[in-house]
């Protein structure tokens, strides 16, 4: 007997069954929503061989992660009889013709990349990590010549400077910043007139407002928790303590689905999370990591942000000793030379930097002073995803599990009160530095991880799953063009 695979009741029910253009889908962590998403094609890729999906995330990285979109794909779709994955491009074939491809939007630009595409389903997880020009870019690239009108499908966890959250105002009470019940999966219609979204109840109001060849979009949000997640809870009853272990800003995002809730000095890095060391332990891989202010102190009238280099030791357990630190605020020949000295000195095998702008204006400066020097070091370039909080998200939870340490130095307890201000402070290039510390571990975790054991190999065979509603090449309305 073929084995059943369909959504859980609730949330992610609901979000398959939706007739929307665009469903957002989310608004905690837990909530079973790169499930849901990866579900969604299984609709049409049997059996229609006009039918493409293609899933984004912010940068190809995000994709290929240990439990990332891909090995989840793999545990889904490889139950599907037919279907065939082409890993070197990220993309599954199914004998019925239809295709998924996981894709990058990693920079501004890239999505030209699409330019003339034509994508009936597009899916976006995590949508807060995407700039609002990138999502209705690609909402034009959203056409359909299959038979199955295009549609939108995105997944996201709160970010209350997200412009996600002004997109799904409507569904989230704007004093206590979490999801009103009652309008969970209600369906609004908005129309875009420049760069102005026009919303009302029905097509009919925007259409009898700005005329007849308007065409309006439909659009829901529809909260998930954790506590909706029966299977995940089943299967990992940790997850929930996990959460609840979260300092109070991520908790309130991440378990809780507070969209309003901000970073405030003292929340996001607290005190009593210091860990100090006397002795550092002797084997140790040494890394570093640069925030580099580009402003030359001479050409400004207002005081610029500091350069910032951090050296770091890891031992075989992960935790991580801040060995050494340099900050100031002056050209760019000579923090190059302070850099120069720290990787002479500690020999480190990494050196962390911020890619895009500053890469391009830093690095032919780096190289040719290296080589005057013969000094050698190996820099890793990290694309910035996020805001600030975003990316230093990795650090701030090694440091709430007592796993980074800090000597009794006077620059230690700088950055350390740096850190305890952050968010509301004038100066965050500390948090900038331990943010890249962090997101370059998580990245060297992931490479040393194996891959996670299998319980069995999957059986090709049926997948029958049963929903409420399913899409049609029927309009929405009559309105529909």
């Not at 501004?108 to 997880?125: C, H, M, N, R, Y």
């Not at 689905?257 to 332990?281: E, H, S, V």
């Amino acid at each position: 007997m073929p084995e059943v695979i369909r959504p859980q009741a609730g949330p992610q029910e609901q979000f398959l069954s939706t007739s929307a253009d665009i469903a957002i889908y989310g608004g905690a962590a837990g909530g079973g929503k790169s499930f849901g998403l990866l579900l969604e094609p299984l609709r049409h890729v049997t059996t229609n061989d006009g039918f493409a999906a293609v899933f984004f995330r912010r940068s190809t990285v995000q994709v290929r992660n240990p439990g990332g979109l891909w090995d989840e794909s793999v545990k889904l779709y490889g139950q599907v009889a037919g279907a065939t994955p082409v890993e070197h491009v990220l993309e599954w074939e199914f004998r019925g013709g239809g295709r998924v491809k996981f894709a990058h939007l990693e920079h501004e630009k890239t999505v030209a990349d699409w330019q003339g595409s034509q994508i009936p389903l597009i899916a976006f997880d995590e949508l807060t990590h995407f700039t609002r020009s990138q999502f209705f870019y690609m909402l034009s690239r959203n056409r359909s010549t299959c038979g199955v009108r295009p549609y939108v499908r995105a997944t996201c966890n709160p970010d209350a400077d997200s412009w996600v959250a002004e997109f799904i105002s409507w569904w989230i009470d704007q004093e206590t910043g979490y999801a009103i019940p009652e309008r969970a999966g209600v369906i609004r219609w908005f129309l875009r007139i420049g760069d102005a979204l026009m919303w009302a109840d029905t097509a009919e109001e925007l259409i009898e407002q700005h005329g007849p060849e308007a065409m309006p979009k439909s659009v829901t949000f529809i909260p998930a928790s954790i506590q909706d997640n029966k299977a995940l809870l089943a299967a990992n009853p940790d997850y929930l303590s996990n959460l609840n272990a979260l300092p109070t800003v991520e908790r309130e995002r991440l378990k809780n689905g507070n969209w309003k809730i901000r970073q405030a000095a003292g929340l996001y890095f607290q005190a009593d999370w210091t860990r100090w060391y006397d002795r550092r332990p002797v084997a140790l891989r040494i890394y570093g990591a640069s925030d580099y202010a580009v402003t030359d102190p001479e050409d400004t009238d207002v005081e610029p942000d500091f350069t910032e280099h951090g050296v770091f030791g890891v031992d075989a357990d992960w935790n991580i000793f801040v060995l050494d630190w340099w900050f100031g605020q002056t050209e760019s020949d000579k923090w190059i030379d302070s850099q120069l000295d720290l990787v002479q000195k500690w020999k480190p095998q990494i050196w962390f930097g911020e890619g895009g702008v500053i890469r391009r204006a830093t690095e032919p400066l780096l190289r040719r002073m290296s080589r005057e020097r013969e000094v050698f070091q190996v820099n890793r370039w990290l694309t910035p995803i996020g805001d600030k909080t975003a990316r230093a998200r990795g650090i701030q939870a090694r440091m709430s599990a007592g796993k980074v340490y800090w000597p009794k130095t006077d620059w230690a307890r700088r950055a350390l009160n740096q850190l305890d201000g952050f968010a509301v402070a004038r100066f965050d290039d500390v948090v900038d530095v331990m943010g890249l510390m962090g997101r370059g571990l998580d990245q060297l975790m992931a490479a040393e991880a194996p891959p996670p054991p299998q319980k069995k190999a999957p059986q090709p065979g049926d997948i029958q799953w049963l929903l409420q509603r399913t899409r049609t090449t029927k309009p929405v309305s009559k309105y529909r063009r």
